[in-house]
Structure formats: C-alpha cells, structure tokens
C-alpha cells in the first residue's frame, strides 16, 4: 500500500521559513517524479516544484529562489524548504508521487502565512 504523509505545516509570520517533510512508503521517491502542490478554497491545486529521478529540479513562478525542493532517499522522504514566506503562500500543500502507470497523493499539510 502506498502512502504519502506530509507533516511540517503550521502559522508561520511573513517572512520567516517553514520545512515541509513528505514520509513516502510502499514506493521509492527515487523512483519517482516527486512534486509538491498547493490549493487555496475555490482554486485548482496548482504546482510548487518538483524533482525527477535524477534528483532535477523545477520550480513554479515566484517560489523559485524561496523554495527548495529536496529529497533523502535514505529516509524515503520529500522535502520542502520555504523561505521568506509571504501572505499569499497561504495554502494547503500537498505531495504527490508519479510513476509510469499512476500517481499519489498525500493528505495536505496547512500552511497560514500571517502579515
């Protein structure tokens, strides 16, 4: 059974720094395409960044700079570091896993961005 947990979310002041951890089991994240998204109520969930299999990375609008994508094949686990936060990274963030034949999703960790 494959299940993704995302943990890390929390209030956090603009401008300071969050680390989102995605545990993965039943898959290996070095096997995958590993992503993390984020969805606001009314909107489509839409994506932050990712990371191949060969440990490239890509980042969506203006988290590139702020966020880093990582990830601890050790560990089996995804992450997310987030730096200089703003109000508008407000979200629920989710991990997702993709592999040749399907993908996954996690739960969602909330993210409050308070000015």
């Known amino acids: 059974q494959v299940q993704l947990v995302e943990s890390g979310g929390g209030l956090v002041q603009a401008g300071g720094s969050l680390r989102l951890s995605c545990a993965v089991s039943?898959?290996?994240?070095?096997?995958?395409?590993m992503g993390w998204y984020r969805q606001v109520p009314g909107k489509q969930r839409e994506l932050v960044a990712t990371?191949?299999?060969?440990?490239?990375?890509t980042y969506a609008g203006s988290e590139k700079g702020r966020f880093t994508i990582s990830r601890d094949d050790a560990k089996n686990t995804v992450y997310l570091q987030m730096n200089s936060l703003k109000v508008g990274d407000t979200a629920v963030y989710y991990c997702?896993?993709?592999?040749?034949?399907?993908?996954?999703w996690g739960q969602g960790t909330q993210v409050t961005v308070s000015s």
């Open positions: 990371i191949t299999r060969l440990g490239d990375t």
């Open positions: 997702k896993a993709s592999q040749t034949y399907g993908y996954y």
């Open positions: 039943g898959i290996s994240v070095s096997g995958s395409v």
